[in-house]
């Protein structure tokens, strides 16, 4: 059974850095596509970054050189380091992990998901 926890949410002021992490088990990491989505009140939710199997990984434009994702596979962690955080970047994190020939930043029509963690940035 795959299970996601993640940890490291805050408040930050603007400018500011976080690191979420996401500690995963119950799959081979080898076989999934893991990303990190965020989602606000009132909106849908949306993937910010994504690594894939072998590494390669994917950035939403408004995220670009300011997020970096990482995994540990010994430690069965991803990460998420936000830098220059802006008051936009304000919602709940979410880690996800799913099986899928070709990872994107669409959310996955079969997913796993962690339970979430709340980032504030205030102005």
């Known amino acids: 059974q795959v299970q996601l926890v993640e940890s490291g949410g805050g408040s930050v002021q603007a400018g500011g850095s976080l690191r979420l992490s996401c500690a995963a088990s119950?799959?081979?990491?080898?076989?999934?596509?893991m990303a990190w989505f965020t989602q606000a009140p009132g909106k849908e939710r949306e993937g910010v970054a994504l690594?894939?199997?072998?590494?390669?990984?994917k950035y939403a434009d408004s995220v670009k050189g300011r997020f970096t994702i990482s995994k540990d596979t010994a430690k069965n962690t991803l990460y998420l380091q936000m830098d220059s955080l802006k008051p936009e970047d304000t919602a709940t994190y979410y880690c996800a992990a799913w099986v899928a020939y070709a990872c994107s930043l669409s959310v996955p029509t079969v997913g796993n998901w962690g339970q979430g963690t709340q980032v504030t940035v205030s102005s």
């Open positions: 119950g799959f081979t990491w080898r076989h999934f596509c």
């Open positions: 690594i894939a199997s072998d590494g390669i990984t």
